[in-house]
């Protein structure tokens, strides 16, 4: 492993990075401003909670159209102009007089942190690596959690010096100041794949699809099945988090206290699965990705003394850690590279829009009398159906490359 990072620094850290400065369009760190933003504007938590979702689902329609850029232009050039505008947007986050401008800062945070940030991440990675792709990309994908873990802190720090407004004053300003010159920089140098990689690539050499072709593809909804489901479940549970305390009576801070439990499993796993996707190949895997949430969804919808929620924490941070690396590199496996970009706008979109339905939805039901725990057995069971379905998907995608069990 270490000889492979030493080798290509300089592309790991640029996903690494693009990754992490993702940050700022994520729930977590806008919800850092939640309380500033409702009073700002005079809005109810239910309000905050609504524009929220629209802005998140406008963000989740427009990234397709955006997002095929990656097609037709280099990564570099993409974050150069993608990178801007989240500066921007937290300018104007911070400062907007009216609530439209509020509205617009929250769709671009949302359309180009959560979602082009990630998507050049991915894309880039999943096209410069072929032999090692898993590996480059459990490599990659933590940069999510670097941004968790280390972000709120510095930002409640600078906050309680200059302000909440300072503070994301000073979040677009690292974005301009730091973050693009240092990624631009490190993705000037196009990386030149290894004689082994390049007879990999033609061995693997198929079909390539169009974005057009895999809409009408029935694998690709399969696929889909399985992969919404742990964004939907993950963000379902932090939206709601406060309802899930009061119905058991957990202590707050034992409940936070779960969160680096599945941070640190997250990444874990997510380098062993690096490791079996370049072993076995992502479709290998398919069928038992889904195993520990649907577990953890079974725990934490029966187990109600407190270790239930860090037992679930645990096993989400398994399956997100497969899922984040395993649906980084199956794309390109099964539809090629040509239109990668445009099929992983539509991935990227599916997941951003999962994540603004889970709280909306889930939220309803609790205001109709149906409790997280009792809405948790139905998670498990989504869980189970897709397994289905991805073991139907993984059985069809061998079937179209000659391949057998």
Request: hydrophobic share 55%; aromatic share 12%.
């Amino acid at each position: 492993m270490l000889p492979f990072v030493r080798h290509n620094a300089r592309w790991l850290a640029a996903g690494f990075l693009l990754s992490m400065f993702s940050s700022f369009g994520q729930t977590f760190f806008i919800g850092l401003s939640g309380a500033e933003f409702q009073a700002r504007f005079d809005l109810s938590g239910g309000e905050f909670g609504l524009i929220y979702m629209v802005a998140t689902l406008a963000s989740a329609a427009t990234l397709p159209w955006i997002g095929k850029v990656m097609d037709v232009m280099r990564g570099r050039t993409v974050a150069a102009m993608v990178m801007p505008g989240l500066a921007a947007a937290c300018l104007l986050a911070a400062w907007s007089p009216h609530i439209i401008g509020f509205v617009l800062a929250l769709y671009l945070l949302r359309l180009l942190g959560q979602g082009m940030m990630t998507h050049i991440a991915q894309t880039e990675t999943a096209r410069a690596f072929v032999a090692n792709r898993g590996r480059a990309m459990s490599l990659v994908v933590p940069g999510h959690q670097a941004g968790e873990a280390i972000l709120p802190a510095l930002f409640v720090l600078v906050a309680a010096a200059v302000g909440w407004q300072g503070a994301w004053t000073a979040a677009g300003t690292l974005i301009l100041v730091i973050g693009m010159p240092v990624i631009i920089g490190l993705l000037a140098k196009p990386r030149v794949p290894q004689q082994a990689e390049i007879n990999l690539a033609n061995a693997q050499a198929g079909r390539n699809w169009t974005r057009a072709e895999v809409i009408r593809d029935p694998v690709f909804y399969l696929l889909l099945l399985g992969l919404l489901a742990p964004p939907f479940i993950g963000t379902t549970i932090f939206f709601h988090q406060g309802h899930l305390i009061d119905v058991r009576g957990y202590d707050q801070l034992a409940f936070a206290g779960a969160f680096p439990v599945m941070a640190m499993t997250t990444v874990g796993f997510g380098l062993v699965c690096g490791y079996l996707v370049d072993r076995f190949g992502s479709v290998r895997l398919l069928p038992f990705f889904l195993v520990p949430i649907c577990i953890a969804s079974l725990a934490a919808a029966s187990i109600t003394v407190l270790w239930g929620i860090y037992l679930f924490m645990f096993l989400f941070g398994v399956s997100y850690g497969l899922t984040s690396n395993m649906f980084g590199v199956i794309w390109p496996e099964v539809y090629g590279t040509a239109h990668l970009g445009s099929i992983r706008a539509l991935v990227v979109s599916g997941m951003v829009l999962a994540t603004a339905v889970g709280p909306g939805l889930t939220g309803a039901l609790i205001d109709r009398g149906i409790t997280l725990p009792q809405q948790l057995w139905w998670m498990a069971l989504w869980c189970v159906v897709a397994t289905g379905a991805l073991v139907l998907a993984a059985r069809m995608i061998r079937s179209r490359v000659g391949r057998s069990d």
